[in-house]
């Protein structure tokens, strides 16, 4: 296959299913753990997968008739091996740590030693956001280094009387939760990171702004003098050529609407023609812009008289930019503290914030246009002064600010990938203690489409990510804000942008870290948790897009997969200019947004229902303090419109609501049940049934695949009866556990211990539920 052909999802889905398969049967039958799969395994899963085919099973191959009559037992898809998927949702360093216990607890023996564990079944892994991190670490150590990063069976914990690298290598996560400020490093270096961006980007886009008005000083300059309103100061000119045109906008819209008017009486037949009213509407938001730029460029001159009516040196205008660095700071941190009730950034913006948000930044957006303007006057008066160096200099700076200035090695994102590499990735082989640049090493230039290469096994890993599309001329990517765009070892790309192999996709270099960290990108203009938030706001997005606020990447789109495309890279000017004034981001563009996988989906189940997986295991450690499942409800309802797919839980003994804080105690068979004596006062109010539900996925026909009705084995943070002391204990001191925000990403060992615990003690007690797992093949 061309590695430069733009593929479609059914092309990707077919080719990459085939490598799964072949690599997922070899890695059965070279499986050395004899402790886990016998040597007859091979056998056993044709003999045990034979019951689907006589239609006999208690599974998702024998549909309940009654409701659903029309699929059949014997269309159940991969009777000859299984095709489990584990989706591990976003939620930072809280996510990551209750997933890593799901993922040991799914490697726990079953009752049947003959019978293999339910992670050995595991044929696919789908990460978003914060869950990419363990995901990551689980592929990146068993490709790699052919081990199980998350600790010995016999010691999931990590015992330090336990020396092995499996031990070693969870110990060494759980003591790194604070991975943002590295000891080495410390709080300040992470401050220092966030200002050197807000640096670039306020002075690149000051620079360039300031070269907009050099022209536009010259251009208006010539402009009065035939128009003859030139009076000898430049700044006056310049204000009288601004409110010439503001007064030409402001007629011409007039004329506009007054002819538009006079055809609906005159010419019935032009007022009644649907093209030429479009034409009109379209043209008249043109002058509505016009109409705005011109005021604020006649403002411009006004604002500049106010606050210095005679530039005196080069000093006052440092001071002027000085000042607004300031001023742009503080907006910055206003907007921070804004999102402070809202850390999850996943409701939508109330009207007080719609305002508060955008009178801030309007004042800071026409400050720091007041300082280029300034700036742009203070170079010509040197410039007629003889001093023209400080122009050639000033362009000089802008040329290399706006193009010489790689803009995803300049914003926090680069600062970012690196501390989670440094904790999720590091080097076995490296000491704890050793110094950064040991310890990511290795993983800073391993690939992501190395994973597919080598003997050593590990579920195939689709890590999620948005690529953002509010422009998208498609009204479903508008109305979403992106669509999934997925990063795996042998294709990258989305429904909006086609595919492409992952060893030509960004110049063929798109490391494993940077596809961790993009996919854990959650603070990025136009986007926000399943597409809302405050970020979403256009006027919040200027913002974080002009201080450079992003943890997103800027990529070529895979439309452009020629050598000589791949290799450009995202400057000030491209992408960067047309994003703050919001051009681009659509599905033709030349450079894409990737953000986020959360801003899509949440819970990582999207592309893996799109894959048909019969059996789903959902690990959620989101923040849902109110039992609300709104993340998954949002995946629910985009799998419904995308692919028809209908997710169900009709068992009411494994239904959602069991899962909800409370649901114990209003359990009327449990009512005469003695509780745990783990449980502390009020706290056995406040427990769920059980961890666990178990849903019917109902996929229909679509052209040779046949309907059945697969399984979603939903495992969700809540608390539940049966659990070690010390989780109890630590809700007593922590009342938001586990649901504490996604704001907090600084964990320190106890909190890491108290999530990989649940994760790991909920999915166990599912294992041993026995009418539960009869449910599963």
Wanted: net charge neutral.
């Amino acid at each position: 296959m061309d590695k430069t052909t733009n593929l479609n999802a059914d092309e990707v889905i077919a080719d990459e299913k085939a490598r799964v398969r072949e690599q997922f049967l070899a890695h059965f039958s070279t499986e050395e753990d004899k402790d886990y799969l016998q040597q007859d395994y091979p056998k056993y899963l044709n003999k045990g997968y034979q019951r689907l085919l006589d239609g006999n099973a208690v599974n998702g191959g024998n549909p309940d008739k009654a409701r659903y009559p029309d699929i059949e037992a014997a269309d159940y898809p991969a009777k000859d091996a299984p095709e489990y998927a584990l989706a591990i949702s976003g939620g930072g360093i809280r996510s990551a740590s209750f997933a890593i216990g799901v993922i040991q607890g799914l490697k726990t023996r079953q009752s049947d030693n003959k019978r293999p564990s339910i992670f050995h079944k595991l044929s696919y892994l789908s990460t978003a956001s914060g869950g990419g991190y363990a995901g990551s670490a689980l592929s990146w150590y068993q490709k790699k280094f052919n081990f199980f990063p998350f600790g010995k069976r016999s010691t999931y914990a990590g015992s330090q009387h336990n020396s092995e690298r499996e031990n070693s290598t969870l110990s060494y996560i759980r003591q790194h939760g604070k991975y943002l400020t590295p000891h080495q490093l410390g709080g300040a270096s992470l401050v220092g990171t966030v200002l050197l961006s807000i640096f670039h980007s306020l002075i690149a886009y000051t620079l360039l702004m300031c070269f907009l008005f050099l022209v536009l000083m010259q251009f208006f300059g010539v402009l009065a003098g035939v128009l003859d309103v030139n009076t000898g100061s430049a700044r006056f000119d310049f204000f009288c050529v601004a409110l010439l045109l503001l007064a030409a906008v402001a007629v011409l819209f007039a004329a506009t609407t007054l002819v538009y008017g006079i055809s609906s009486y005159f010419m019935h037949w032009l007022a009644r023609n649907y093209p030429f009213r479009i034409k009109v509407q379209k043209f008249l938001g043109y002058l509505v812009r016009a109409l705005a730029a011109t005021l604020a460029l006649a403002a411009l001159p006004l604002a500049a008289q106010f606050v210095d009516p005679q530039i005196s040196s080069p000093l006052w205008s440092g001071s002027m930019v000085g000042g607004a660095s300031l001023s742009s700071v503080l907006g910055v941190l206003v907007s921070l503290r804004q999102m402070k009730n809202d850390s999850d950034n996943s409701k939508p913006p109330g009207m007080a914030d719609k305002l508060i948000s955008s009178l801030i930044v309007i004042a800071l957006v026409f400050v720091v246009l007041v300082v280029a303007y300034l700036l742009a006057e203070l170079l010509l008066t040197l410039a007629a002064d003889g001093q023209g160096l400080w122009l050639i200099l000033a362009l000089a700076l802008t040329a290399f600010f706006g193009l010489g200035v790689n803009t995803n090695q300049i914003s926090p994102h680069k600062m970012y990938r690196d501390r989670l590499m440094e904790t999720f990735l590091k080097d076995p082989n490296v000491a704890a203690s050793d110094k950064l640049q040991m310890r990511g090493k290795d993983a800073n230039d391993s690939l992501l489409s190395e994973l597919a290469q080598g003997n050593n096994w590990s579920p195939y890993h689709l890590i999620n990510t948005n690529i953002i599309l509010n422009n998208a001329s498609h009204p479903k990517y508008r109305g979403r804000l992106g669509d999934s765009f997925v990063l795996s070892p042998l294709y990258c790309g989305s429904d909006a942008t086609s595919y492409v192999a992952t060893d030509i996709f960004i110049d063929g270099k798109l490391t494993l870290a940077t596809a961790m960290s993009i996919s854990g990108a959650a603070l990025n203009p136009q986007a926000g948790v399943s597409g809302i938030g405050k970020t979403t706001t256009p006027l919040v997005s200027y913002l974080l897009t002009f201080f450079g606020m992003r943890l997103g990447y800027w990529a070529l789109n895979p439309k452009h997969t020629t050598e000589k495309d791949q290799k450009r890279k995202p400057n000030y000017i491209r992408p960067g200019t047309g994003n703050l004034f919001n051009f681009g981001h659509e599905e033709d563009s030349d450079f894409i947004e990737l953000s986020d996988g959360g801003h899509f989906d949440n819970t990582a189940l999207y592309e893996l229902v799109r894959r048909r997986l019969p059996v789903i295991i959902l690990s959620d450690g989101s923040a849902d303090p109110h039992a609300h499942y709104d993340d998954f409800g949002n995946a629910v309802e985009r799998i419904r419109v995308d692919f028809g797919v209908r997710i169900r839980f009709p068992d009411p003994e494994f239904n959602l609501w069991g899962m909800s804080p409370g649901s114990a105690a209003l359990r009327p068979e449990q009512s005469d049940e003695k509780t745990d004596s783990n449980i502390i006062g009020e706290q056995e109010d406040q427990l769920a049934q059980r961890g666990y539900a178990i849903g019917d996925i109902v996929y229909p026909t679509v052209g040779e695949n046949k309907a059945f009705v697969g399984k979603l084995v939903y495992i969700k943070a809540t608390l539940v009866n049966r659990l070690p002391r010390d989780l109890y204990a630590y809700k007593a001191a922590n009342p938001e556990y586990p649901n504490q925000p996604t704001s907090d990403q600084f964990f320190d060992e106890r909190q890491f211990e108290s999530y990989r615990e649940l994760g790991y003690q909920l999915t166990k007690q599912l294992i041993q539920d026995d009418k539960a797992m009869r449910q599963l093949p």
